[in-house]
């Protein structure tokens, strides 16, 4: 990603080279058709199936929720050939995902424009159903390490837009994505298999394995349910240093395993366990020069010094229980995780004409760098029972977390061997702990009115270290510690006019931790040239929105629009030749999102759905480099999709046909004149992908087609190298891509 390594940069020979740049290198619905493609007899009963969320953590149908609310079924990311955490954001217009880094793990998620470019912490929160996944804090990887889970047996992933501080707590300022898996079925087994291979144009085969297990341990009281899987990306970038070798193939094994047991009616407890690896061999990016947007050598081609691979492992062990009191019902949620990304980034664009002026020469530079993250969570809520009058919630949580991020960059001669002098090695060991209380309640006046107030306190302790060795160390630092309170509020009113219909407000608040930071002292003087910690930064969002049929039974549509106010952003700093952490003036975004899904036929479905967004800085910001009025980086203002259905009988064999247009607007991944990383215009572009396929007894058979028109889609760019005239690199979506699958149920 184009973040940086938190801490204090070095400044040698009189020329400063921040931290930042060394952690650039290495620190690094559209809602899919909501319909089952086979609907069942209950969900028959509606022309336009009833979707069920969990965002207001109650199980409620979608177009009864205050906000906009994103469900992407398993079922239709499989289908169609989507297996990764990008593919469902291509899904979304609105929602950004970057992966300008060098690979699997090195990637960010934002939504509704709430992005400086390089972030700090993340803003959108990433769940393994109630277990929130992932960093808090931005010392550990949390700004640039989205969870890129398998999308593999999942009975959907939700994705929520704005902030969902008040029920979800730190890092959910922008919004939420969780997945959720299918869970083990008391009655009935399940066996099955599936196979695909797929090819991208002037690219390696790629493959996919999957198996599925259900087996009912006692009828209605107990079952288990494994998931296998293996997804290998042949890649379809090449390397002109290394003899034209494809250089961003990648391997994902996973499996989870879920044991269900239901005692009695009012108790079940779901334990279980996931773990994925992760292997890439780089990422897909591109040279392409800066001031013309043109690839250096050619399509899908680029140059490096060394290879930049990647490996991630996440394990998950979580245990979930649900008592139904009566008088409420009590969830208690314990998740045990550790996460470990490492890989290798190649730099030499930059340090090769940056150091050789200084003395420093050699052929080319390798940047190895780490996170770890190991985190216990534990959540403890009651709910109500459902009433016509007052609904409430209250809970309670906390998180203990352990990480650690490290950077190690060294010259390397024409053998790839190390070399003196070291220049940096970094180490910066973390602790993030948080405890919240929180609760909401619900009004309802009448059966057409009501309000729903939420508020959740938190309050976290931060401990850092820092170890250095190298060249470029700066003199030792002492520990740095933080702690601090917030209080994050929502308000939501809502209105229905008529069945199906309804109207609502929302006003919500979010919020990212701050953390400690190293104090700097001036050498003569002795005075701080920086501040001991960096402040959480907060924002409020005002959302309306209408939800109902425009058609009973043929047609619903949703519409929102809102405005988010974002005060003291989180920013990367460079002071007096060091690099850290700082909080920033305002920015503001505001938008319009808009969804439509119809049924005109028995057997076809179209769903639609438009973005429009207008974020802009609100105050100058050097850090930034950007000025008031300026665009937030890597949001586009237009994105839309549309997707069309058709389900329909081959000989008494189900079959269906499918389609999708994805339109993504021009974005920039900075603004005009940022300290570290140039500006770049990411173009607009269209995409259309196809699928189709038919059921045969046991067996199934369905192919796709991925970029139908083959474009050359650029998704990011990091231009951290471009700084002393290196190449932009920039993210591709896949070429056209070919695929078949095939899938067996032995019972």
């Not at 690094?28 to 199936?49: C, G, L, M």
């Not at 149908?61 to 990311?77: C, N, Q, S």
């Not at 920015?587 to 974020?615: C, M, N, Q």
């Not at 259309?688 to 087609?705: H, M, N, Q, T």
Request: charged residues 20%.
């Amino acid at each position: 990603m184009r973040g940086r390594i938190p801490g204090p940069g070095w400044t040698f020979h009189g020329r400063s080279l921040p931290l930042a740049v060394l952690a650039a290198c290495g620190a690094f619905p559209f809602t899919v058709a909501a319909q089952n493609a086979r609907p069942d007899a209950a969900a028959a009963s509606e022309a336009i199936e009833t979707v069920v969320v969990t965002a207001q953590r109650r199980r409620e149908p979608a177009r009864e929720v205050p906000l906009t609310a994103d469900v992407v079924r398993g079922e239709a990311l499989e289908r169609s050939g989507y297996q990764s955490l990008a593919d469902l954001a291509a899904l979304l217009p609105g929602v950004n995902y970057n992966e300008a880094g060098s690979g699997t793990g090195q990637s960010q998620v934002t939504m509704r424009g709430i992005s400086t470019g390089s972030q700090v912490g993340a803003t959108v929160s990433m769940y393994i159903d109630d277990v929130p996944f992932g960093s808090s804090s931005g010392y550990a990887g949390g700004g640039s390490s989205a969870l890129d889970l398998g999308l593999f047996d999942l009975a959907a992933a939700e994705v929520l837009r704005g902030p969902q501080g008040t029920l979800y707590g730190a890092g959910a300022m922008g919004g939420l994505i969780k997945y959720v898996a299918v869970e083990p079925d008391t009655h009935e087994r399940v066996a099955n298999v599936t196979t695909e291979l797929s090819n991208a144009r002037h690219g390696e085969l790629s493959h996919v394995a999957r198996g599925v297990f259900n087996l009912p341990l006692s009828d209605g009281v107990a079952a288990l349910r494994a998931t296998l899987y293996q997804r290998k990306e042949g890649g379809f970038v090449h390397d002109r240093n290394h003899g034209g070798q494809v250089v961003d193939g990648s391997l994902t094994n996973g499996a989870r395993v879920a044991l269900l047991l239901t005692p009695s009616k009012d108790l079940s407890l779901r334990l279980t366990a996931l773990t994925q690896s992760q292997q890439r061999d780089g990422s897909s990016t591109e040279d392409v020069q800066i001031a013309t947007g043109q690839p250096v050598d050619g399509r899908q081609t680029k140059r490096l010094f060394v290879n930049e691979p990647v490996k991630v492992h996440n394990d998950l062990l979580s245990l979930a229980i649900k008592a139904d009191l009566h008088w409420a019902t009590l969830d208690a949620i314990t998740g045990w995780q550790r996460s470990r990304n490492d890989g290798r980034a190649d730099p030499s664009a930059l340090y090769v004409p940056y150091l050789a002026p200084l003395g420093i020469s050699a052929p080319g530079y390798a940047l190895d760098y780490s996170f770890y993250n190991r985190k216990v969570s534990q959540e403890i809520r009651l709910t109500s029972p459902r009433s016509r009058v007052f609904e409430w919630l209250a809970g309670a949580f906390y998180t203990n977390e352990a990480g650690a991020k490290s950077q190690h960059l060294q010259p390397l001669n024409a053998a790839f061997e190390p070399v003196q002098p070291l220049l940096a090695d970094a180490q910066f060991p973390s602790t993030f702990r948080e405890a919240a209380v929180f609760g909401t309640g619900t009004y309802f006046f009448n059966e057409r009115t009501d309000v729903t107030l939420g508020v959740r306190r938190s309050h976290n302790t931060q401990h850092l270290d820092q170890r250095f060795a190298g060249l470029f160390a700066p003199a030792p630092q002492p520990t740095a510690e933080s702690s601090e309170d917030v209080t994050t509020w929502m308000a939501t009113a809502r209105w229905r006019p008529a069945p199906r219909h309804a109207l609502y407000v929302r006003a919500a608040s979010g919020y990212r931790p701050g953390g400690p930071l190293p104090v700097i002292r001036n050498p003569l003087t002795g005075e701080p040239l920086n501040k001991p910690s960096f402040a959480s930064d907060t924002l409020w969002s005002y959302e309306a929105g209408w939800k109902g049929d425009l058609v009973p039974g043929k047609v619903s549509a949703e519409l929102a629009v809102y405005q988010i106010d974002w005060k003291d952003m989180q920013v990367f700093t460079a002071n007096a030749g060091f690099s850290g952490i700082g909080n920033a003036g305002r920015a503001r975004s505001r938008g319009i999102e808009a969804t439509l899904r119809a049924k005109p036929a028995e057997d076809v479905r179209v769903a639609a759905a438009l973005s429009l967004i207008d974020a802009k800085l609100r105050d100058d910001s050097p850090d930034l480099g950007g000025k008031a009025g300026e665009r937030l980086p890597d949001a586009a203002r237009v994105a839309g999709a549309v997707q069309v259905d058709r389900d329909f009988s081959v000989d008494g064999n189900h079959a269906y046909l499918g389609a999708s247009l994805r339109y993504t607007g021009e974005r920039f991944n900075a603004f005009v004149r940022p300290p570290a990383n140039p500006l770049y215009r990411l173009p607009a572009y269209t995409m259309i992908d196809l699928r189709g396929g038919i059921e045969l007894g046991r067996a199934s058979i369905g192919f796709f087609v991925r970029n139908l028109l083959d474009r050359r889609a650029q998704t990011s760019a990091d231009t951290t190298l471009s700084a002393m005239g290196g190449p932009a690199r920039i993210n591709l979506a896949a070429p056209r891509t070919l695929g078949v699958q095939f899938s067996y149920a032995f019972f």
